[in-house]
């Protein structure tokens, strides 16, 4: 027994001072683990600015950001005029931050996907709910580089097409919401010469457009043209060689040709036509729907005006809308500085965080009490609340969101921002899209500034009767002989290669 004893002593010491190292190894790994956790993960960015000025180090949006995501954002802020110069000289210099917005697929950023300079993403977005919920399939698919999702893109509505039109005026003449392409005509007509505002003079005209034809989307979906492509007998062909595009032409050119919209709009910008609703010239707007917010100095100078917008209109197939991009610009994760699986899963975690509840409430409503109160269980904003809202949280939404704000809480907002949400919603599943959405042509890429003015040019002399439609053939015909022949040719390669389609 006592040698039991004494063999048991040391053996129990040993066990001990085991334990203890064991215990504290543990103790060490949990603090060390959760110092780690607890640590706000760094990430730098190259993003683009809206504002002259760029955000301020403390912002309170982005502080509110981090604090929700653990994240600390380094975010170089470069103008909206100067980003893809320097969006180039960063991808050649190979010196890149751990995120870096791109808009659409350059060259230079296929380029670098293909020498294997960028993660692909993909196979990664199941383990991240809320980032794949907001995540639209078409719109990834769109943004793939030969196959494959290297990007995180900014949501935006698939629905970017609609008529905003002066309803005060529509009551005053006793009409009713166009529904067809005739009505909308004769709408546009009454405008401009019914006299809508009652002076007594012929000031006023029915349509406002611009020098990139804002409207076009709207009328070719009517007379049930494509979305930049369209699959006829196996075969993808450029929606400009169809008739329906030659009928929208004939549209605008009769509108024109009859003085019923600005006969300017060939050297018109957008923000021009703005001020023109504003002071009471156009009578309609075709374009984005939410810009019947932009007009807000309308009411300011007629109390007595009011506003509707509609992005339903019967055409030869029904109602249809042609689909927008559906994004603004997508976030890619450079491997330069961004080496391992973990840290690439940081980023996304970030990403999956902001794309929550909590995140898109921080996004679209701001910080409680000071951009918003809540009011009976529902956010409200004063009129304080929404100037400060406007001019400290709207631009960095639309530069760092990727979800579409579909989860934040339902409130109390403008009556405008309800009008075009439910233009949108009423046409949302009525959209179409583009066939050849995500496929590489090389010359495309090369060309696409000087195949894009061939058909630009070509649409604003026939709108004001400078050709005819034997132009418009010659002018197809020079669009093939540039390149156009062999963009037709590689997307329909593409496409044939494509396991997906």
């Given amino acids: 027994m006592r040698y039991k ?6 053996m129990l010491l040993v066990c001990c001072i085991i334990s203890m190292i064991a215990v504290t190894g543990c103790n060490l790994f949990n603090e060390e683990q959760a110092t780690k956790l607890d640590t706000p993960f760094v990430i730098t960015m190259m993003n683009q600015s809206v504002l002259q000025e760029p955000p301020r180090l403390d912002d309170p949006i982005i502080e509110a950001i981090e604090q929700h995501t653990n994240t600390e954002l380094s975010i170089q802020w470069v103008p909206g005029s100067a980003y893809n110069e320097k969006l180039n000289a960063t991808i050649a210099s190979g010196e890149m931050p751990m995120v870096i917005l791109v808009n659409h ?10 020498a294997g300079h960028f993660w692909e993403i993909g196979p990664y977005l199941k383990d991240y709910p809320n980032l794949e919920r907001a995540m639209d399939k078409d719109v990834s698919r769109s943004l793939t580089i030969d196959g494959k999702i290297y990007s995180l893109f900014r949501s935006r509505s698939l629905v970017s097409d609609g008529m905003i039109y002066r309803s005060d005026w529509l009551e005053k003449l006793g009409l009713t919401v166009p529904t067809n392409l005739e009505e909308v005509y004769e709408l546009i007509k009454a405008y401009t010469l019914s006299d809508p505002d009652g002076n007594g003079l012929h000031d006023t005209i029915g349509m406002g457009e611009e020098k990139d034809i804002r409207g076009f989307d709207f009328i070719l979906a009517a007379y049930g043209g494509g979305n930049e492509w369209e699959l006829e007998d196996g075969q993808l062909i450029p929606s400009h060689f169809n008739e329906a595009y030659l009928n929208t032409l004939q549209f605008y050119k009769r509108l024109f040709s009859e003085r ?20 009471g010239v156009y009578g309609l707007r075709l374009g984005d729907p939410d810009f019947i917010m932009r007009h807000s100095e309308l009411f300011d100078v007629n109390p007595q005006a009011e506003l509707e917008v509609t992005s339903s209109l019967n055409g030869v197939n029904g109602i249809r809308v042609i689909a927008d991009a559906g994004f603004s610009g ?17 980023i996304l975690a970030y990403f999956d965080r902001i794309s929550g509840e909590v995140g898109q409430n921080i996004f679209e409503w701001g910080i409680e009490d000071v951009h918003y109160s809540m009011n009976n269980g529902l956010p409200t904003r004063s009129a304080e609340q929404s100037v400060k809202y406007s001019s400290e949280v709207i631009h960095l939404q639309q530069a760092l969101q990727v979800a579409n704000g579909s989860l934040a809480m339902p409130g109390e907002t403008n009556p405008y921002i309800l009008k075009y949400k439910s233009a949108r919603n009423a046409v949302e599943n009525r959209l179409i899209r583009n066939p050849a959405a995500g496929y590489i042509s090389n010359t ?10 061939i058909i630009k040019d070509a649409s604003i002399m026939y709108i004001m009767g400078t050709i005819d439609d034997a132009g418009w053939y010659r002018a197809l015909d020079n669009w093939l002989e540039v390149g156009g022949s062999q963009v037709i040719d590689e997307i329909n390669l593409a496409y044939r290669n494509d396991p997906t389609k």
Avoid: G, H, W, Y
């Fill in 330 to 346: 997508a976030f890619m994760i450079p491997k330069k500085n961004v080496e391992t699986e973990d840290e690439l899963k940081r």
């Fill in 5 to 10: 004893k004494n063999i048991l002593k040391p």
């Fill in 105 to 114: 697929k350059p060259q230079t950023v296929i380029n670098a996907v293909r």
């Fill in 444 to 453: 495309q890429l090369e060309k696409s500034t000087e195949l894009s003015r």
């Fill in 260 to 279: 019923l919209m600005n006969q300017d709009f060939a050297i018109t910008n957008r923000t021009q036509n703005i001020d023109r609703v504003d002071k």
